[in-house]
């Protein structure tokens, strides 16, 4: 049997599904095929580290304080999905490639161009902070939040997902964690690419690229396009128009760097998403329009061996709207931020001075369609590694134009001993601003709150020879939260935007990774219970169940992968009305080298053709089917 450090893997995962509490006679399945991996891993060999588990033990992270550190070396629950892993999904959106990670559940209206959610840690959308090579991304429309749906994968090089409370760094909306996308940067050389290829619903895929520079000049410059002629996103639905509901997509990304000295260096970053997709409210042909753009110019110095610093000024874009029934809203987002760094021995300081503008263009504002707001922010961050111990404090205040000052702090140790093992504990506390629609619309008030947040972390990890095990257990509650009250504090008689709400949750999210022979295998398994403080019922949309796994191998010259995802029985609606019926994916992917620098590849989404739905009454794809043809340039 498989020992970590005289623990056995396989008896600690068969002990964690042994005890898990399911509610229907289809989880228990998915219980039984996770007890099955938890099985193989008890003959894996323990070998030598590869040279990629090498690579992922120095993988140099920025997310987690806004500098660069080793992944090793961050106390907070974090994930990174590199370039080969969104290559291998296949999916043609962020949402989709979140989806298949620990601790994120995705709700959709029907295809990738739909509405789009996704909670984290059971966590509202909007309780979690997107930025796009550092620029902020989040539409001040409605509740807020990021647009989903409106970012392409075929511009993401990699994905840092920070899970829990980090509001003393990013300010307003990290409440549940932030995701932070990086698009490609640029290499010395000159390193072209191109990706082409078909799938069901009549899908097509072009996607483009050239990286290169010299040691004072680099470049990346990225292209893409996708359409779909979709499926009917609400069959079941009368009064709907039941067409084929198609998507399309182009975007482009460019990065620039001039190294001008060995002490300074800019950076210029761009991208630009036009998102086109049909939807079914009506017997109308429904259809919007998402465009997602961001700019950002940094400017980064090191003075000497213990300080440097970066400034930055950022702007993102999202805009909105629908036809034939006309809705517009643009939203734009500007940061101004001076980061500083001070490292001396174990000890790691950091100061940063941020400013963030906020406007927003909506009919629906009253008395004007245009709202703006500002928030001023001074942080601290503390940081020590000393031997087996690691120690992050940071604290934040924000100061916001239209309901005044928020403190927010985090507090993180960790512990580690024998071979590869650590422990860790964390607790944090996080705000988010209403949305300047909450605030300004007709539906708004003046005496709207900041919605609070408190989480706290208890982690134990263990990484060794190709062998990873994480068992992370957390506690979050929030306050204030805004919900679609009744008429009488605003001016419509409709219902107004109130601060009622209140919610917690509990949960686990276990994770492992080993290899048998010649297969890795992989899988995550998360646990909650998020609920309505007032009523005691589980949130809507939210599963208490989750369950992720993956093998990938090698065989005749193929890359095989199979990955299988279960998601417990759900309720559409507040007070456990309109239930979802819990179901289980078979997703399978496989490329193969056939020339120099050219390979084809090729993946099937959810073999078995199952029927189920995110949303109630919205329906996804069925079997789908993709192949395509890679080339990559010396």
């Known amino acids: 049997m498989l020992q970590l450090a005289g623990f056995p893997v396989a008896a600690l995962l068969s002990l964690v599904f042994s005890l898990m509490k399911t509610h229907s006679t289809a989880f228990r399945s998915s219980a039984v095929a996770a007890c099955v991996f938890a099985a193989l891993s008890s003959y894996a060999q323990s ?54 990670q620990p601790g994120i559940e995705l709700v959709r209206n029907g295809g990738p161009a739909g509405t789009t959610s996704l909670f984290v840690r059971g966590a509202p959308s909007q309780y979690t902070a997107v930025l796009i090579d550092g620029v902020r991304a989040d539409s001040q429309a409605g509740t807020g939040g990021a647009s989903w749906n409106s970012i392409p994968a075929s511009q993401i090089e ?64 990225s292209i893409g396009y996708e359409k779909s002629k979709g499926y009917d996103a609400r069959p079941n639905v009368a009064t709907a128009n039941h067409d084929r509901d198609g998507y399309s997509n182009r975007s482009a990304a460019l990065n620039l760097g001039w190294n ?13 998403s036009h998102t086109k997709g049909q939807y079914d409210t009506s017997a109308a042909n429904d259809t919007t329009i998402n465009d997602t753009r961001t700019l950002g110019l940094n400017w980064q110095a090191k003075w000497n061996e213990n300080y440097q610093s970066r400034v930055s000024i950022t702007q993102g874009t999202d805009f909105y709207q629908t036809k034939p029934s006309v809705y517009e809203t643009t939203t734009d987002i500007k940061t101004y931020l001076w980061h500083n760094e ?10 940063d001075i941020e400013r963030r503008e906020d406007h927003i263009k909506n009919t629906s504002l009253t008395p004007s369609p245009l709202a703006k707001r500002s928030q001023n922010a001074f942080a601290l961050g503390y940081g020590l590694s000393l031997n087996a111990h690691s120690l992050q404090l940071n604290l934040r205040q924000d100061d916001d134009s239209d309901f005044g000052r928020k403190s927010t702090g985090n507090l993180g140790y960790a512990l580690s001993f024998g071979d590869g093992w650590r422990i860790s504990a964390s607790t944090g506390t996080a705000f988010r601003a209403p949305s300047l629609y909450q605030r300004f619309s007709i539906y708004g008030s003046p005496n709207l709150r900041a919605e609070e947040g408190r989480s706290h ?23 204030n939260q805004i919900i679609f009250g009744p008429a009488g504090t605003c001016g419509s008689g409709f219902g107004c935007y109130v601060n009622v709400a209140k919610a917690k949750n509990r949960g686990f999210t276990l994770t492992a990774a080993t290899s048998v022979k010649d297969v890795r295998l992989t899988g995550s398994l998360d646990l909650q219970k998020p609920i309505d403080v007032a009523t005691g ?20 010259g193929f890359n095989l992968g199979a990955e299988i995802q279960r998601v417990g029985r759900r309720f559409d609606g507040a007070n456990g009305v309109r239930p979802l019926k819990a179901y289980s994916l078979l997703n399978l992917s496989a490329s193969k080298p056939i020339a120099k620098g050219w ?18 009454n919205y329906a996804t794809g069925g079997r789908q089917f993709y192949i395509g043809l890679r080339w990559q340039g010396e």
Do not use: W
């Not at 997902?161 to 964690?177: F, H």
């Not at 001070?342 to 100061?351: C, D, E, F, I, K």
């Not at 190709?466 to 992370?472: A, F, H, I, R």
């Not at 208490?544 to 065989?555: E, F, G, P, V």
């Open 47 to 100: 070998n030598p580290a590869t040279a990629e588990d090498a690579a992922t033990l120095g993988t140099t992270v920025v997310t987690a304080g806004r500098t660069a550190q080793s992944l090793n070396d961050v106390i907070a629950d974090m994930t990174i999905v590199d370039r080969a892993t969104i290559e291998k999904s296949g999916a043609n959106s962020l949402a989709d490639i979140l989806a298949r």
């Open 158 to 221: 990699h994905i840092e997902i920070l899970r829990g409370p980090c509001a003393a760094v990013y300010g307003s909306d990290a409440m549940a964690g932030v995701i932070q996308i990086f698009t490609r940067k640029g290499r010395q050389g000159f390193h072209p690419s191109l990706e082409f290829g078909f799938g069901t619903h009549n899908t097509q895929k072009v996607n483009a690229s050239v990286r290169g520079g010299t040691a004072t000049v680099d470049y990346a410059l």
């Open 260 to 272: 001008i000295n060995s002490v300074h260096r800019l950076e210029l970053t761009t991208l630009d």
């Open 342 to 351: 001070y490292r001396q021995g174990v000890h790691s300081l950091t100061a």
């Open 457 to 479: 972390e208890l982690s134990l990890r263990y990484a060794n020879s190709g062998n990873e095990l994480s068992l992370t257990a957390y506690n979050s509650s929030y306050k």
């Open 537 to 556: 019922q589980i949130l809507a949309r939210r599963a208490r169940q989750t369950l992720k796994l993956t093998a990938d191998t090698q065989i005749a």
């Open 599 to 616: 390979e084809i590849v090729g993946r099937v989404d959810n073999l078995g053709n199952k029927d189920y739905e995110t949303a109630k």
